[in-house]
């Protein structure tokens, strides 16, 4: 039996996004309810087959309330449905993400907006040596599926105390460090859609491990766990 995303998803969004109120949340809480059952039923699905290629400690299907109290937008409800895969122990850094939306539909592996301290290690291995994970990043199958590093924030220059000329400042001057592979509507539709899941995980799977490599370890390779 094919592992599939119901096509009624897309439609549910589509009408929340015309009806984002709790009134018609309420009024229609039952196909909600049947919307996210099938999803979760998906998603468990990935995190079983993401077990067979990663040590992985849990799966979080994000809610689908906004927080709103800092926010202008004070629509209730998003209108896509997320889900994450967080990796086991703290040997093994950095996760999986897949997220269901109308018209923008994708997975990211990696590390979005780390904490100043595993920013300046990763740009700190950057300015060591930059090789590996110029191999990592230039592997046929990463250029193939995720066409390498996704853009993300970055400074406009290079960080307090890195050299502006240094010939890894690309790499250097990123704040995120993601894999990112967006996908159609019809491609998330297709009864392909969890392969391409499953295919595009396991390429990044040498960036995730090489990643935690570096952020168990301080500059000389000796463990800091």
Known sequence: MSITIQPSIFKFLNTLK???TREWFAENKAWFVEEENHLKSFFTKVM????????????????????VRFSKDKSPYK????????????????????????G????????????????????KEFELDASEI????????????????HQGEALKTAPKGFDKEHEAIELIR??????LRKFTDAEVL???????????????????DYMSDVLTTNLNGESII
């Open 104 to 123: 923008g539909s994708f997975l990211a592996c990696g590390f979005w907006q780390p904490n100043k301290e595993d920013l300046l290690r990763i740009r």
């Open 174 to 179: 990123k704040k995120d460090f993601m894999l």
């Open 190 to 208: 297709s009864d392909d859609f969890y392969n391409q899941i499953m295919l595009s995980f396991k390429a990044a799977r040498p960036y995730l």
């Open 134 to 149: 110029n191999e990592i990043i230039n592997a046929v199958a990463v250029q193939k599926i995720f066409g390498g590093f």
């Open 48 to 67: 079983d087959g993401l077990k067979e290629e990663d040590d992985i400690e849990s799966m979080k299907a994000y809610r689908i309330y906004r927080d």
């Open 18 to 20: 015309e009806n984002n």
């Open 79 to 102: 209108i896509y449905r997320s889900c994450s895969f967080k990796r086991a122990t703290e040997a093994l850094r950095g996760g999986y993400h897949v997220e269901i939306t109308p």
